[in-house]
């Protein structure tokens, strides 16, 4: 595998189910990143880690966690979510990993979300 | 809160034909980036502009930053199938770096044969 995978591409949750989305990436990066891209609003960042520690919560609620047990791996664990969650969840990485940093990000596919 | 409006929403062209992507803000950024996302894909960079009145070329897509720094455009000419996608500005640069970027709407682009 190379570049940044994640898994499922595809996930149909009711509003009571508990899932995680996982995100791998393979290019010896320190920096992760969940987006939320939905069809009605911008790409829009909700949280970032550098070497494993969260630097960054865009005000996301609390039904999103993330989990970053390292730097090559990145969890989203969702609970109780409602259907206007539904959306492509995108994980991207970037070298630097320090808050500011210029560094190219590289996306994942995404996974496809739908909240019923 | 920073906003970043990309003009048209969509675009449904002929193959050969040319065309610009506007990305208009009120906001100032030091940085504006362009990307790429095609279907089932995350979006790939294209370009970093850093300077205003900057101009960059890459093959048929030409770039421009804004002298004031708050719009960008992109320019493709001779469209071609494969540039079939949506295409993403994003600002960001300064103390935030390219970690908080803020993207654009969306300006989504058919070329058809």
């Known amino acids: 595998e190379t570049g940044v995978t994640q898994t499922p591409r595809h996930l149909v949750m009711g509003m009571t189910n508990k899932k995680s989305l996982k995100c791998e990436q393979h290019?010896?990066?320190?920096?992760m990143y969940w987006y939320k891209q939905s069809a009605k609003k911008p790409l829009e960042l909700m949280f970032v880690?550098?070497?494993?520690?969260?630097?960054e919560n865009n005000s996301v609620p609390s039904r999103f966690s993330p989990e970053c047990p390292n730097s090559s791996h990145l969890f989203l664990h969702l609970h109780t979510l409602q259907p206007e969650d539904s959306a492509l969840y995108l994980c991207?990485?970037?070298?630097?990993?320090?808050?500011?940093?210029?560094?190219?990000?590289?996306f994942g596919p995404g996974t496809r979300l739908t909240v019923l | 809160t920073q906003l970043l409006e990309q003009s048209p929403q969509f675009l449904s062209i002929q193959e050969g034909e040319n065309l610009t992507v506007y990305c208009n803000s009120s906001?100032?950024?030091?940085?504006l980036q362009w990307y790429r996302q095609e279907p089932g894909e995350g979006p790939v960079l294209l370009v970093t502009?850093?300077?205003?009145?900057e101009v960059k070329k890459l093959k048929r897509l030409t770039f421009q930053f804004g002298d004031a720094r708050k719009d960008s455009s992109l320019h493709i000419t001779a469209a071609q199938p494969g540039d079939t996608g949506l295409y993403l500005c994003?600002?960001?640069?300064?103390?935030?770096?390219?970690?908080?970027?803020?993207f654009g709407t969306g300006t989504r682009l058919l070329v058809s044969p």
């Open positions: 502009v850093v300077t205003g009145g």
């Open positions: 991207a990485s970037s070298q630097d990993g320090i808050a500011g940093g210029t560094d190219t990000q590289y």
């Open positions: 906001s100032v950024f030091s940085s």
């Open positions: 290019l010896g990066h320190n920096a």
């Open positions: 880690y550098n070497f494993k520690e969260q630097t």
């Open positions: 994003a600002g960001g640069g300064g103390n935030t770096g390219f970690q908080k970027l803020v």
